[in-house]
């Protein structure tokens, strides 16, 4: 909805079949981070303060869930298993990291997506 005015928490809500109290708890974080705005009265909501290709999927998942690690306290692990779990960390960031939020709004606009499949953060 990027140039369309504001939407309200609701609408996100009964659109994406979401809690408006689960979106109330992520807002807040977004808002903080300055990748949303919010604006009151009859036709106030959110929106996205950066334009939709300037947001990664990564930024999003970092903010509302820290640090993209796979395994903790890899130092322990025997070398070859190290540089598994180092590889397979440096190639989710590198997806996450290069998939915008103006991607994944087309590739939901298109209906590519599987039934019944839904991106979770």
Do not use: H
Not at 24 to 53: D, H, M, T
């Amino acid at each position: 909805r990027e140039g369309q005015g504001c939407v309200s928490l609701k609408t996100i809500a009964e659109e994406n079949n979401l809690s408006d109290l689960y979106l109330e708890q992520l807002v807040g974080p977004l808002r903080n981070a300055g990748l949303i705005r919010s604006v009151r009265g009859a036709k106030g909501g959110y929106q996205l303060r950066l334009p939709a290709e300037e947001i990664t999927a990564g930024d999003i998942i970092r903010l509302l869930e820290g640090p993209i690690t796979f395994v903790e306290s890899i130092e322990s692990e025997p070398p070859a298993q190290k540089q598994l779990w180092l590889r397979m960390r440096d190639s989710v960031r590198d997806v996450l990291d290069n998939t915008t939020l103006q991607y994944l709004a087309e590739y939901k606009e298109t209906d590519q997506n599987l039934d019944g499949y839904m991106f979770y953060i």
